[in-house]
Each structure stands twice: as structure tokens, then as C-alpha cells.
């Protein structure tokens, strides 16, 4: 654990914050070394009907750090749930900073790489897809349609969904997420310490209605034009225009030698179109002087909105979850971080990711190399079975569409803002099986 240093003031907060980097304070930190274990509760949920995931602690098929291990989701086709516990919190008054690193090794087509802060009230033994949370933060990836970063955020019971468009990191590396909401309501979300969007809490979920309406009561006025384009007066047919026929003779056509008048008829030469005839005449349109734009009714108060100061802040956060439904294991988190402090934040991102990154990058590069390698060496063995070889894949579909259906039946119940999550998981499977299925 870093330094604590709780500000008893601003002031002195702002002096230390010039003296050093660290001057917030870390609610929780995880980095996955030895003892995780104890810090950790894996829940019962799907035990008993053995779709239940392992983790793997580990750093990963490639890595910058051999070292620096997180916990990596082992099994395909499973449900992961797992938390830890801090001390209990609420971010009324101040900032709060979630932030954790997540590297999809197995080249994820769909699945959650997101997670959930939870209020103190929730049984670790049975935390799941029902448990209510406070906030999702992550990545999702589940075919071409969907590769964005979630932030829900939940308020009276209900997800709200963030409204903007949030794209998230699709390749096999290591990336830091990072979500920062303040107490003046506005929030930034990071992707490897870059800002990717910011804004008010207000606009940017649906949370309270709308501070303004079109007037319900307004109507458009008697003399309002909404034609932005009239036939221009101007624009006459031409004399004669009626007159000129769509077809004419061919005037290169000429009679064949051999044509008999008496056994093939009279000839007549073929006709083709004019190149003179232009359609139906129709007079040109111009911009209406008149022209006032589209009517809309005007803004006013609306009735139904009741200001909430505290639209960005949770009474009780005290423990952080993990849970997940994955095609294709291969998922590894790691450095977890609760902070009021986007500088601390900042520093733990560069001293661990930005640290490695460039490690990292080859170790997969060359790892990489070794499976097309080894992918070739097998392809050519495999030439003469290749028909074969399709025609297996789609019995295998078959099989992983069927994992996808089990799994269908507890999720639509339990995870309304991913009620399409698994049918999406089908398309997957079946457009891309499982490699690992295609290489036994
Ligand atoms: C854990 O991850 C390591 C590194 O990728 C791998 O070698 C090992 O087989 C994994 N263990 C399990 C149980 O999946
Ligand atoms: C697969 O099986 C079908 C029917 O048995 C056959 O017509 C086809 O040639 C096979 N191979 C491929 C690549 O589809």
C-alpha cells in the first residue's frame, strides 16, 4: 500500500498535491500477488450446475512482468463471480476513481472484461448476475456489434446505461480502464491514461428525466413554412419538349442482303432510344425564401425534473465484484484500484502497464509468430482433410451452440441490461467455433 495522506483540508490538500503525487486517499488496492487468495471470496453462484469458472493466477502467455500475476479466467463456456471487501465508503463530496488493468488473451469475441462496485449489504458466498451493484465499469465485447467500454450506473434500483458511445480495446494486450466521477457530477473515462470521453453525469445518462421539454401545449403557427423547396417559377418547359419521341428507327440500320421481301415480310428497320428524349418534363426546384426550417416546439421547465445534488454519489460502496459470462476463457485483471486520487491513479497505470507495455507487446508478437508457425506446419499436414475438416467444424457448432442456450435460459433472467448477451454469444459461435474445439 502507498502512503495514505488524508487532506484535513483543501488548502493543505492543494499544497501537498504541488509537494507530491500522492495526496488522495487508496480505499483499495490489488495487485494479485501472493495472499489474493484471503482477500478474495469466490461465490457459490453456478457451483450447482457446474458451469461455475475457474480462475488462474498467473501473468498470462505473454507478459511484460513474469511477475506481475492477476487472475485469469480458465474455462470456456462458464460463469465467473468473485469480490473482495474494503472498508465501506461513500463518494458523496468527493472524487472517485476506479481503475484495473484487463488483457483478453484468448482473443475475446464475446464476452465481459468489466467490474462492479457493490454496496455493503450483498453475501459474497452468492454475489452473481442478480446481485444489485452500484456501478459497472468495463470493456464488453460480443461479436462485430458490440466493443465498448460500459459505465452503468445504478440509481433507485434501476441500470442506466451511459449514452454515449464508448469504443474499448479489442486486441490481446494489456489495458488500464479507468473511470473518475467527481462531485461536481461530471466524469472522464480513461483507456490506458487517455482520456476517451468526459462530460456531465446530467447529460450523459438518463438518470433524472430531462431538466427541459418541447412544450407539450405549442403548436406550429398557422403561417409557418416548412417547405424548404418550391418548382421555380422560372423554369418553363421548352416549346416542343412534348414532341420529341422516346424511340426512333435506327438510322445506321440497314436492309439485310439476304432479306426476301416475300418470305420474310416487309423490312422494317429497328428502333432505339433517343438520345433527344429526356423523360417527362419537370420544372426545377429552388430554395423557398419563406423557408423558416423544421418547427419545434419550444423548451420549457419540465415539470418532472427534481435536481439530485448527489446524482453521482453512492452512500455505501464496500466491496468490488468480478462477474462474468465468457465463451472463451483467457480474460486476466489485474491492479485494482479505489482511490479519490486521478494523479495516484495515473502514476499506478504508467509504474505498471505503460511499465511493461512494450515488453509485453513483443512477448506476444513473438508468441504470436510460434502459433501462425505452427498453424502453417499443421495446415499442410491437414491438406488432404480439409473437406472433412469443415464439414466437422459445423457438427462443432452445434455443440457450442447448444453450451449457448444452457447458458441462455439463467441469463436472460438475471441479466436484464444483457438480455441479448448469449443469443449474440450464438452468433459468435456460430460464425467463429471455438479454435480450441477445431485443434483436438
Ligand atoms: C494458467 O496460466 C498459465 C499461463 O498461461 C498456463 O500455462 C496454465 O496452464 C494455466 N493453468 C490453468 C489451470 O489453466
Ligand atoms: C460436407 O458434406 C457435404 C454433404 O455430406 C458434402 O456435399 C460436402 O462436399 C462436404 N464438404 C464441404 C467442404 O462442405
Not at 494486450?173 to 491514461?193: C, G, K
Not at 465468457?326 to 486520487?341: A, E, Y
Request: glycine share 6%; aromatic share 10%.
Amino acid at each position: 500500500m502507498p502512503a495514505l495522506a488524508r487532506s484535513p483540508s483543501f488548502a493543505v490538500l492543494a499544497v501537498l498535491a504541488l509537494a507530491t503525487a500522492v495526496a488522495g486517499e487508496v480505499f483499495f488496492q490489488e495487485k494479485f500477488d501472493d495472499g489474493w487468495v484471503d482477500r478474495w471470496v469466490k461465490s457459490e453462484w453456478k457451483k450447482e450446475d457446474n458451469t461455475a469458472g475457474e480462475w488462474n493466477h498467473t501473468s498470462g502467455k505473454w507478459n511484460g512482468d513474469a511477475e506481475d500475476k492477476g487472475i485469469q479466467t480458465s474455462e470456456d463456456y462458464r460463469f465467473y463471480a468473485i469480490s473482495a471487501q474494503f472498508p465501506e465508503l461513500s463518494n458523496k463530496d468527493k472524487t472517485l476513481v476506479l481503475q484495473f488493468s484487463v488483457k483478453h488473451e484468448q482473443k475475446l469475441d464475446c464476452g465481459g472484461g468489466y467490474v462492479k462496485l457493490l454496496g455493503a449489504d450483498i453475501d459474497q458466498k452468492k454475489f452473481g448476475g442478480e446481485t444489485p451493484y452500484s456501478i459497472m465499469f468495463g470493456p464488453d465485447i460480443c461479436g462485430y456489434a458490440t466493443k465498448k467500454v460500459h459505465a452503468i450506473l445504478t440509481k433507485n434500483g434501476k441500470n442506466h446505461l451511459i449514452k454515449k458511445e464508448v469504443p474499448c480495446e479489442t486486441d490481446q494486450l494489456t489495458h488500464v480502464y479507468t473511470l473518475i466521477i467527481r462531485p461536481d457530477a461530471t466524469y472522464s473515462i480513461l483507456i490506458d491514461n487517455a482520456e476517451k470521453q468526459t462530460g456531465s453525469i446530467y447529460d450523459d445518462w438518463d438518470i433524472l428525466p430531462a431538466k427541459k421539454i418541447r412544450d407539450p401545449e405549442a403548436k406550429k403557427p398557422e403561417d409557418w413554412v416548412d417547405e424548404e423547396y418550391i418548382p421555380d417559377p422560372e423554369d418553363k418547359k421548352p416549346e416542343g419538349y412534348d414532341d420529341i419521341p422516346k424511340e426512333i428507327t435506327d438510322p445506321e440500320a440497314t436492309k439485310p442482303e439476304d432479306w426476301d421481301d416475300e418470305e420474310d415480310g416487309e423490312w422494317t428497320a429497328p428502333t432505339m432510344p433517343n438520345p433527344e428524349y429526356k423523360g417527362p418534363w419537370t420544372q426545377k426546384k429552388i430554395k423557398n425564401p419563406e423557408y423558416k426550417g423544421k418547427w419545434k416546439a419550444p423548451l420549457i421547465d419540465n415539470p418532472d425534473f427534481k435536481d439530485d445534488p448527489y446524482i453521482y454519489a453512492f452512500d455505501s460502496l464496500k466491496h468490488i465484484g468480478i462477474e462474468l459470462w465468457q465463451v472463451k476463457s483467457g480474460t486476466l485483471f489485474d491492479n485494482i484500484l479505489i482511490t479519490d486520487d486521478p494523479e495516484y491513479a495515473k502514476k499506478v497505470a504508467e509504474e505498471t502497464w505503460a511499465k511493461h507495455k512494450d515488453a509485453e507487446k513483443a512477448a506476444f508478437d513473438e508468441a504470436e509468430k510460434k502459433r501462425l508457425e505452427e498453424e502453417s506446419a499443421s495446415s499442410k499436414d491437414d491438406d488432404l482433410d480439409d473437406d472433412e475438416d469443415a464439414n466437422d467444424t459445423d457438427e462443432d457448432e452445434d455443440e457450442s451452440k447448444s453450451s449457448g442456450v444452457d447458458a441462455k435460459d439463467d441469463s436472460d433472467d438475471e441479466k436484464p441490461q444483457h438480455a441479448n448477451k448469449d443469443e449474440k454469444a450464438e452468433e459468435v459461435s456460430k460464425d467463429a467455433p471455438s479454435t480450441k474445439k477445431d485443434e483436438l
